[in-house]
């Protein structure tokens, strides 16, 4: 296992420098533009002059190669030097936005607390709701609390959340004033009364993305029980007189848990990335919605940067999945 | 091993084929009967609908905007005092068309390189990475790349509606089947150290046989659960991609449209959004109990009890 | 009884004086929400007009334009013109005076070098300034003092007022921008996140892309203004979640832009928590006609001069076209009372409106199907007119967002009854509106038959905007398809009058050329003009001042802003 896990991680080295490059070529194949969004009044040579100086008159090979030397290089050098207060060689170009003209390390850092705050707490919520209910679905099948719960799932996946969104705005911002409808970035918490502040403003947003986030997850967690309930192994447990609290919860829900590990790790990644959608509603203003603004404005070094920590968040959490599944089941073996 | 455990001695009844078998097991789940029936009624209704409900989902009649349900509109009419019905019977055609195709290229690319990588080790490193990088890809630029590249050839070719749609069937199959291939990856890594798979290797199974054999039909019910929420995912991304204007041309009802078009008229015309809300809704749970059923009565070890 | 209304009076003297008699900062807090966010303050990196905005609360030019269009003194103390002797009789030059003892919101002097420095700033060769067109040639800036900039320019400028004037050309501080130019300018975050200036508010916090606090400028030239001791300016979401939390749940003060459909901006101004303000201006949603051939098969020729448009060069067709559509029916779907009909291209200021073109107004389906008929253009089986064996078949593009889809629809119906097929496409706005000579969807590009936007123009001269329609404005692959001229129209007589209007300083003669112009344009069906658009705003009525200007920043008299009581 050990060695299985270093030898994946040396892997994910070359994996991510082709992945880096693949979405570099295909940014720069994209036909969006970062000059669209200025008003028509600014005239074509004046966009033209403003596309060189963003260093879009360059080769392409010597962009991806001055990206990934701020990247590598550079930016980690200034963490380094930001951490320990240590002066590393002198002037180093960081990797810089094209709209903000702003380091995109330092937005990144900006946008990442309310994220994790909203998103990161609808997915745990997601998580701890989802697999209770996942598990009674399937050991009561076709009980009550089952269909009722199908029904809720099935409603909170297929209902998108920009309409789910506006929804509770209208009841619980318009009609009955109870949380504010815009979230606000700056709040900070430092008592109890500023702490409830924040809690009425994450309310909304974190319940939607949770119940999208649950019934997706308690469909997976419901089919993997019911598919581990009728093993041989279950009737030997209970033959042999084992509670049927320790049946399950022990014995099935360990072994159900595999396939929805994976689901749950791919999802971790996606906490990063935000909730685009969810997001741009309550204006939450996280990863999400810097990444969508960039995508618009045609804003490459952040969709590159953004989109790259992604793909290292999600080569992280299939390795960690991996390990998972050999822990939870001792009979897989990669080496 | 059912057929072997029968002794030729007895008289053998009638041969019954395994899918009679199937569908004896999915006809005694409810909810699965429920929903197909619900399922074949949506699918008549959008195919047959539109030549009973003869009001053109285009038509603009502008004098009769913003209505609400009456005879000559029973759904209501829009902004723009087009038909309600039609365009929810109309919109429900590409809506189900896309949701279905989409799902189903999903589905399958996802189940393949799932069970591959899951059953050959020596590919199930390239394979996943490849999954890694899919998983990384942003969506939007990618989604605008492939319209650019592909919108003007397949508009001459299909014409200006079928080009779009094997484009964004293929644009949402393509970009969905991730999440199913590491699943059923994980389950096939499971499988393949359990007894009965290794018996089968012991006496020489082929591979191919093996994987269709014993370890598909046992991989199904994540697969099924892919499925359901794979159908209003591709439903609801469509919706999305029109939104960012990548997809059918705006005056193109599908039901994710006519949802988000509502949107901004909750308060005013809260009607407006029940419609199109109701046909995801009920079309994603109905698929959800098919799913269900299906996968009993895939399974051996339920069917028949 | 007396004393009773004279208590009256009094209150309501108080209510309907409190900005005069308020000081700084005694009406607290005020949230302003922008649904689309401010990525920088410096207005000279990005020319985005939330930018422009969000900037002009701290940044300030010499002169800007008022509500009415006509051009107030800001930082200068008056206007130069020819007649009070600031411009020179061959308008080649331009003498600005500044008020005196204007302070930066550090505490230091404005002077004439802040000046001269923004135009070294801005026409640096490797700095990318956005608002570079405003320097326009200019051949020197100079100090003659402390207070006094002359402004030198390589030709005879009949309007000089580009330099230095309205929200897009503020004045910059030299002592904080003076490392940062040229290629440095974008390294220089912190000045370009918070500039100091001279405007009521200084930035406390700024955050890209989501929000930014201010809070009142102590060293601001009225020691009674701002009223208000902070500011926030909220970005993101969208349009009715902005107009929501300023007129239904009141969690903000302001909100820009409401480009919503009329009758939802109703319904949430019917809540009662505050007012829908709106202003006209120079923005004319239009469609415009390709007159050169996007046929796919061209190959590279494809949507140049050397194929003409096979069906669109037909004069008839094109005023057909503008005959069917009923442009008071389409402001009623998408804009209410924020928006007019129009039939000029250049529907503002007044002495340049034309009224020669108003028959357009009225719908005429009839007129249009008989002009064709005429014209030779018979109904084919399915209804679509023929004429030599080529049909009436449109593609009709435009960016994507709901209003414009609605009218692409309700178009596209008219355009039918009159025997036109249309097909229509909408394009991400960011793809669009961009100009990556790659791709293949831009409105410069126009590989398509009709496109429709909205533009207009800065300030109140016409000059620069009309010039868009002469020939060698026109996209075409040697020009990278850069250009404005999307239709790729070409008149020599055109081009005659753009020629005139260039050595022209008489405003009225100014006058006459443009009106010529436009109706060059509209008479030729080049241009449809559909709907005059409003700028639409709102507020809560606890909001007090607020002033809608659409000749400037929305934003540019927040200093006499203040909190009813």
């Known amino acids: 296992m050990f060695t299985y896990t270093i030898r994946r991680s040396l892997l994910a080295v070359p994996t991510l420098l082709l992945i880096s490059l693949i979405i570099f070529l295909l940014l720069d194949l994209a036909p969006s533009d970062p000059t669209a969004n200025l008003p028509l009044t600014i005239p074509p040579e004046v966009r033209e002059q403003i596309r060189q100086s963003l260093g879009l008159g360059d080769p ?120 504010p409808s815009i979230y606000d970035t700056t709040h900070q918490v430092t008592d109890w009364s500023s702490f409830m502040v924040q809690v009425k403003q994450m309310i909304m947003p974190v319940s939607v993305l949770a119940l999208y986030n649950a019934s997706q997850i308690s469909r997976f967690m419901r089919a993997s029980m019911l598919d581990n309930l009728t093993q041989d192994y279950v009737r030997t447990a209970r033959a042999k007189g084992l509670r049927e609290q320790v049946v399950v919860l022990v014995h099935v829900l360990r072994n159900s848990l595999i396939p929805v590990i994976t689901v749950i790790a791919l999802g971790v990644p996606q906490v990063f990335g935000g909730a685009i959608i969810t997001e741009q509603v309550f204006k939450v203003n996280g990863l999400g919605q810097l990444l969508i603004i960039a995508i618009q404005g045609g804003d490459v070094p952040v969709v590159q940067t953004l989109t790259f920590i992604f793909a290292v968040l999600i080569v992280l959490f299939n390795l960690i999945a991996d390990i998972l599944y050999g822990v939870l089941d001792p009979r897989i073996r990669y080496d | 091993m059912t057929e072997s455990a029968l002794p030729a001695a007895h008289d053998p009844p009638p041969p019954r084929s395994q899918w009679l078998d199937v569908w004896d097991q999915f006809k005694t789940h409810r909810g699965a009967l429920w929903g197909m029936g619900f399922f074949v009624t949506v699918l008549i209704a959008v195919l047959l609908g539109p030549y009973l409900w003869t009001i053109d989902a285009q038509f603009i009649d502008i004098r009769a905007r913003n209505q609400g349900p009456s005879f000559a509109h029973p759904f209501g009419t829009d902004q723009l005092g087009r038909d309600t019905l039609a365009r929810v019977l109309a919109g429900g055609r590409v809506s189900l068309a896309v949701g279905i195709a989409a799902m189903l290229l999903a589905l399958g690319l996802g189940t393949l390189i799932g069970l591959v990588a899951g059953y050959f080790k020596r590919l199930d490193g390239p394979l996943m990475r490849l999954t890694d990088l899919f998983l990384a890809l942003p969506l939007l630029p990618l989604l605008l790349v492939v319209i650019m590249l592909f919108r003007d050839s397949l508009r001459s070719a299909f ?124 079309t994603v749970l109905s698929v959800n109990y098919i799913g269900d059923g299906l996968r009993d009565a895939l399974d051996p070890r339920i069917r028949g009890r | 009884m007396k004393f009773k209304t004279l208590a009256l009076a009094a209150m309501l003297s108080v209510a309907f004086t409190p900005g005069t008699l308020a000081e700084r900062g005694s009406s607290g807090h005020v949230n302003i929400i922008y649904w689309q966010a401010p990525s920088t303050l410096n207005p000279y990196l990005s020319g985005g007009t939330k930018e422009l905005e969000a900037a002009s609360l701290v940044l300030e030019p010499l002169a800007r334009y008022d509500e009415t269009g006509s051009m107030v003194p800001w930082l200068a103390e008056s206007v130069p013109t020819v007649e009070n002797g600031g411009v020179s009789e061959d308008l080649t030059s331009i003498t600005w005076k500044l008020k005196p003892n204007l302070k930066w919101s550090d505490g230091s002097d404005v002077t004439s070098t802040d000046v001269v420095f923004t135009w070294t700033y801005c026409t640096h060769p490797d700095g990318g300034c956005a608002q570079n067109e405003k320097y326009n040639d200019v051949k020197n800036v100079e100090a003659l003092d402390d207070l006094t900039v002359k402004v030198i320019f390589g030709v005879p400028k009949p309007f000089p007022y580009g330099p230095f004037v309205g929200a897009q050309a503020p004045i910059l501080q030299a002592k904080q921008f003076a490392e940062c130019m040229g290629e440095k300018a974008p390294e220089c975050t912190e000045a370009n996140f918070g500039p100091v200036g001279t405007g009521p508010f200084m930035v406390k916090e700024f955050r890209p892309n989501d929000v930014i606090s201010f809070e009142a400028n102590q060293n601001y030239r009225d020691a009674a203004k701002p009223a208000f001791a902070t500011a926030t300016l909220k970005g993101g979401g969208d349009a009715a979640a902005a107009g929501r939390s300023v007129l239904e749940t009141g969690e903000f003060d302001y909100a820009w832009n409401l480009q919503l ?11 009662g928590k505050g007012k829908v303000v709106a202003a006209f201006g120079t923005l004319v949603e239009r469609i415009i006609i390709n007159f050169t051939d996007p046929d796919p098969a061209l190959g590279a020729e494809r949507a ?30 998408g804009y209410g009372t924020t928006g007019r009909p129009t039939c000029n291209v250049l529907p503002a200021p007044a002495i340049y409106r034309s009224s020669a073109n108003d028959a357009c107004l009225t719908q005429d389906i009839e007129g249009a199907k008989k002009l064709l008929e005429d014209a030779g253009w018979k109904p084919g089986g399915d209804g679509v007119r023929v004429k030599d064996g080529k049909r009436l078949t449109l593609l009709y593009q435009t960016s994507t967002n709901a209003v414009r889809q609605d009218f692409q629809a309700l178009i596209k119906q008219w355009w039918k009854e009159i025997g036109v097929e249309t097909e229509l496409r909408n394009i991400d706005a960011s793809v669009f509106f961009g100009s990556d000579p790659g791709s293949p969807d831009t409105f410069q590009k126009f590989f398509a038959d009709v496109e429709m936007y909205a533009n207009n123009f800065d300030g109140t001269d016409p000059e620069a905007y009309m010039s868009n329609w002469s020939c060698k404005q026109a996209p075409r692959p040697e020009t990278q398809w850069q250009g404005n001229n999307m239709a790729r129209y070409c008149s020599q007589e055109y081009d005659g009058l753009v020629a005139e209007m260039a050595s022209t300083g008489d405003i009225n003669e100014r006058a006459r050329l443009a009106k010529a112009m436009n109706d060059k344009l509209m008479q030729d069906y080049v241009i449809l003009p559909l709907v005059d658009r409003g700028r639409v705003s709102a507020h809560s009525n606890t909001l007090g001042g607020v002033v809608l200007n659409t000749w400037d920043s929305e934003l540019w008299n927040a200093a006499d802003w203040y909190r009813e009581k």
């Open chain 1, 60 to 179: 392409i090979h010597i962009r991806y190669l001055l990206w990934c030397k701020q990247f590598f290089i550079n930016e980690p050098l200034n963490i380094l030097e930001d951490m320990f207060g240590w002066q590393i060689g002198g002037d180093r170009l960081r990797v810089l936005s094209w709209q903000t003209r702003s380091p995109v390390v330092d937005l990144i850092v900006q946008r990442l607390p309310q994220t994790l705050w909203v998103v990161g707490l609808s997915y745990i919520l997601g998580i701890l709701i989802a697999v209770p209910i996942g598990v009674i679905s399937a050991y009561r099948q076709y009980s009550w609390f089952d269909q009722i719960g199908t029904f809720i799932s099935m409603v909170g996946f297929s209902v998108p959340t920009f309409f789910t969104g506006v929804l509770l705005i209208v009841i619980f911002s318009v009609w009955l004033g109870w949380f």
């Open chain 2, 159 to 282: 014409g200006p509606e079928t080009g779009i749609f094997f484009l964004i069937v293929f644009i949402i199959g393509i970009t969905s089947w991730m999440q199913t291939a590491r699943i059923v990856r994980g389950d096939v890594l499971t499988l393949k150290e359990r007894e009965f798979v290794l018996a089968s290797q012991s006496i020489g199974t082929p591979a191919r046989r093996m994987i269709t054999r014993h370890v598909l039909p046992n991989v199904l019910s994540p697969i099924m659960v892919s499925a359901t929420l794979g159908i209003a995912n591709a439903i609801i991304t469509e919706s999305a991609l029109s939104f960012l204007g990548l997809g059918f041309p705006s005056d193109f009802p599908t039901w994710g449209r006519l949802l988000f078009d509502s949107t901004d008229y909750l308060q005013q015309y809260p009607e407006r959004v029940l419609w199109p809300g109701l046909a995801i809704s009920l």
């Open chain 3, 261 to 271: 459909a009329p009758d939802v901006i109703k319904a949430m101004e019917a809540k």
């Open chain 3, 304 to 333: 140049t001069a050397k194929h003409p448009h096979p069906i669109l060069t037909d004069v008839n067709v094109r005023k057909a076209l503008s005959m069917a559509i009923d442009r008071n029916l389409l402001v009623e779907i």
